[in-house]
């Protein structure tokens, strides 16, 4: 069974694939699929960290005799920021893509995971359950 933590988790990145289907979407429809396709590289690379993580928790949920220590919380958080600077670097060279709507891509990832964490707070404290 997974803990709550791990549910959470999930939900977010629920809402985070949702945010990257909504926001390529608009950019390709209004500003031409070039920018549609940066956005969703950007908000790709934002949704794989967050992947990441993700599983990192469910593996930590399914073995609760090895529980996460604060060690492996730096060194998950070290290889997700190296994999979203890598994955940056090599969108930021390509010649197909736009580098300010890879950037916002990825801004808008990111602000759909603080949204989906800031909501999914305030449901726990209003109904008092996780």
């Given at each position: 069974m997974l803990s709550s933590a791990a549910r959470q988790a999930l939900r977010i990145l629920a809402w985070q694939l949702l945010g990257l289907i909504l926001s390529t979407a608009c950019a390709g429809s209004l500003y031409g699929w070039r920018v549609g396709r940066s956005v969703l590289v950007g908000s790709g690379i934002g949704w794989a960290a967050t992947a990441y993580?993700?599983?990192v928790l469910i593996k930590h949920s399914l073995q609760p005799a090895r529980p996460a220590t604060v060690l492996s919380l730096y060194g998950n958080w070290f290889v997700k920021t190296a994999l979203v600077m890598g994955l940056l670097l090599v969108a930021l060279r390509s010649k197909a893509l736009l580098p300010p709507a890879i950037l916002l891509g990825?801004?808008?990832?990111?602000?759909?995971?603080?949204?989906?964490?800031?909501?999914?707070?305030s449901r726990t404290l209003k109904t008092g359950t996780r």
């Open positions: 993580i993700v599983f990825l801004f808008s990832s990111l602000a759909t995971y603080w949204l989906a964490v800031v909501l999914d707070g």
